[in-house]
Structures are given as C-alpha cells and as structure tokens.
C-alpha cells in the first residue's frame, strides 16, 4: 500500500516532545522525510535517531525558532537532506500564566516570539522552496484560547488568534 507522505520533505516544529513527536513519528510512518526544528536538542535528535533506526529519514535542527538564523538553518538543512520543502507543521508552542498587570515583558515577548514570530519566520523562508516544487502545505497549531480565552492567558490567547 502506499504511503501518503512517500517523497515529501515535512518541518515539524516543537517536534521533540508531545503533539509535535506524536506527528513526527506518524509522518515518518507515511514515507515522509522529517526534520525535528526544537531547541531541545536531546530529544529531538533522540527522535530522529528512533525514525532512522525504523527505517524512515529524519534530522534535528537544533534551536530556537524564534530566531531567524535558526529557521533558515531549518529550511536550509531540510533542503540539503530531502531536496526541499513540502510540508510545513508549525507546532510549536509555549504558555505561561499570569495577568496583563503582573506578567513581565519578557515572558510576553517569549510566548509571542515562539508562538506567532516563529510561523511567520518559518513560512517566510519555507514557501519560497514549496514553491519551486510546484506547491506545499503549511498548518498552525492554535488553540481554543483562541476563539474564547480564559483569564491569565493574554499572551498565549493573542499569539494563538494570530495563528
Ligand atoms: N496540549 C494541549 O492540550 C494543547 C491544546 C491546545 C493547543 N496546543 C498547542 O499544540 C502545540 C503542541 O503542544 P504540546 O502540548 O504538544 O507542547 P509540549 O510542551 O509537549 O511540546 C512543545 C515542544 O516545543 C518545543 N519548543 C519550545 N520552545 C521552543 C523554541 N523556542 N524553539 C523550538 N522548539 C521549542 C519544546 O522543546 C517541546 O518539544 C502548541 O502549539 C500548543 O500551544 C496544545
């Protein structure tokens, strides 16, 4: 039977752990070729070894995806590996509580930058390799914070409504 990800070239981010690993394993499972963009670098190259040794094909990038450098080092090796850019997960994702009054700036910026920064920087340096095979697939992850946010959540709630 074939697979349905046989020949495509798939970026899952956050893919280390959680829903993230989960998709990784299940495209590798279809035939696609994954690249696991985390920071936790452990993990994640703990994941791609797992997806080899079962005779699939996968890397880690290892880094923050919030930082430009990074995604294009994730387009770049992906490019290298598998020939380009098919499929693009942006899955990643973080949340910390607190209120508007209370929350530090840090904490926002990093919830935004992990959250809403990262997806424009990975579609910004995907989409110009999807489209030279004609065409891709991108998806976000959000959240239902998204639609009907609870309190104590306005960075994650914001950052997922951009998503
Ligand atoms: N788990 C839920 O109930 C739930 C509900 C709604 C939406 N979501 C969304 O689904 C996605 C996955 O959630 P999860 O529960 O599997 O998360 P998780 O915390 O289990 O995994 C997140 C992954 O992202 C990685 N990561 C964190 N910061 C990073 C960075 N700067 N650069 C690269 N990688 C980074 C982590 O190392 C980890 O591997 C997130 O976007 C989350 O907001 C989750």
């Known amino acids: 039977m074939s697979k349905r990800f046989e020949g495509k070239a798939v970026i899952v981010t956050g893919a280390a752990k959680g829903i993230g690993r989960a998709a990784a394993l299940a495209f590798a499972r279809e035939g696609g070729s994954v690249t696991i963009a985390d920071v936790d670098g452990a993990a994640g190259s703990a994941l791609a070894a797992e997806i080899n040794a079962s005779g699939g094909q996968a890397i880690c990038v290892a880094g923050d995806i919030a930082q430009a450098s990074t995604v294009q080092q994730v387009v770049a090796e992906t490019v290298h590996a598998f020939g380009g850019v098919d499929v693009l997960y942006n899955n990643a994702g973080v949340v910390k509580y607190g209120t508007v009054v209370d929350m530090p700036v840090e904490d926002w910026d990093w919830i935004i930058g992990i959250n809403l920064r990262a997806s424009f920087l990975t579609c910004k340096y995907a989409i110009p390799e999807m489209r ?31 998503s």
């Open 132 to 162: 030279k095979r004609g065409g891709g697939a991108i998806v976000n992850t959000a959240s239902v914070q998204a639609f009907a946010s609870q309190q104590t959540v306005a960075a994650y709630a914001a950052s997922k409504g951009g």
